[in-house]
């Protein structure tokens, strides 16, 4: 019983030794290895074709490797793996085994490129019942929200050009307003005392019968954004 106890632990520090004095994964496996986890990305092979990359930024501890591509408005979608140089733990789940995967905001844009919503959903039913000419709508601005309340992480220039493309979640239609939740922070809201604010990526899309959009930032309630 004893023998098979001294093989146990035997094996166990042939193990964790061999985890822990292994040699320092080279550029090479480190490049190979985050080209696989990107290739293994569930996107499809046409948007996968669109990105450059791999921009490779090395850390103290690991090496990113970045695919990007840049967006019609200048902006950049951007996707990011991380593969470790070493392991940093004796847990399973560490970074060494598990590249760390991230992307910023910008890439639901690259991801859905025609939107997942219509800039029809925003209108009006009356409007809707015409051709929509695009051209005809233009942005306007309510000069009683005051700038220290509202303070636009995205300009509502750049807002009403995600609504003509349909880079928004429909939420609901009201008798004087749509509300919309956008892919990213929009806007931190105030409070009146200004003593803390809210970051928000939803608003209230009015228009009116002169085709002007005023889009105001709002706080949604979570019970109205889990419709």
């Given at each position: ?170 939420v609901e239609q009201n008798d004087n307003c ?42 949604m309630p979570i019970a109205e954004r889990n419709?």
């Amino acid at each position: 019983m004893k023998k098979i106890i001294y093989k146990i632990l035997l094996g166990l520090l042939v193990l964790t030794v061999f985890i822990l004095v292994r040699p320092i994964r080279t550029k090479y496996i480190m490049k190979s290895i985050a080209i696989n986890e990107f290739e293994n990305i569930q996107i499809y092979d046409t948007l996968r074709k669109q990105l450059v990359g791999p921009v490779i930024t090395e850390k103290d501890n690991y090496m990113e490797f970045k695919w990007y591509k840049v967006l019609d408005w200048g902006d950049t979608s951007a996707i990011h793996i991380d593969v470790y140089k070493r392991p940093t733990s004796f847990s399973w789940r560490d970074s060494f085994f598990w590249p760390r995967i991230t992307m910023n905001h910008q890439w639901y844009y690259f991801l859905f490129p025609l939107g997942l919503s219509k800039f029809e959903d925003i209108l009006p039913l009356e409007q809707k019942k015409t051709e929509i000419d695009l051209a005809k709508y233009k942005l306007t601005y309510n000069d009683s929200i005051s700038s220290e309340l509202i303070n636009f992480a995205v300009l509502p220039d750049r807002l009403f050009y995600f609504l003509q493309k349909g880079h928004f979640n429909f939420v609901e239609q009201n008798d004087n307003c749509t509300i919309v939740d956008f892919y990213e922070p929009i806007a931190n809201i105030a409070n009146k005392d200004n003593k803390e604010s809210i970051i928000t990526t939803s608003a209230k899309v009015y228009v009116n019968d002169s085709f002007e959009i005023l889009i105001m930032p709002y706080d949604m309630p979570i019970a109205e954004r889990n419709k």
